[in-house]
């Protein structure tokens, strides 16, 4: 039986430079836009993670992938709060 593994890239505050402000930014791996709620989230939590989404760009964008953030975890490092037997 085959599985499909799907790999879910993180991104942390630190990874794009703290930026302090809202919106549309290029990175080695695409456009990836910050919004406000993105960084009270960041400023409340510097340490948390967000899932990073890719997304269709609109035809007349420039060329490349974008991305935008999903879920997050504030606590990316720490260990599971439970164990298994």
Same mark, same amino acid.
């Given at each position: 039986?085959?599985?499909?593994?799907?790999?879910?890239?993180?991104?942390?505050?630190?990874?794009? $430079?703290?930026?302090? %402000? *809202?919106?549309?930014?290029?990175?080695?791996?695409?456009? @990836?836009?910050?919004?406000?709620?993105?960084? /009270?989230?960041?400023?409340?939590?510097?340490?948390?993670?967000?899932?990073?989404? $890719?997304?269709?760009? %609109? *035809?007349?964008?420039?060329?490349?992938?974008?991305?935008? @953030?999903?879920?997050?975890?504030?606590?990316? /490092?720490?260990?599971?709060?439970?164990?298994?037997?």
């Amino acid at each position: 039986m085959a599985v499909d593994k799907t790999t879910v890239d993180k991104i942390t505050w630190d990874r794009v $430079g703290r930026v302090t %402000e *809202p919106g549309r930014y290029i990175y080695t791996f695409g456009w @990836l836009t910050i919004t406000a709620g993105d960084l /009270d989230i960041w400023k409340q939590y510097p340490h948390a993670a967000f899932t990073l989404l $890719g997304h269709q760009a %609109e *035809p007349d964008e420039t060329v490349g992938e974008e991305f935008h @953030l999903g879920a997050f975890d504030i606590t990316p /490092d720490a260990p599971p709060p439970f164990t298994t037997h």
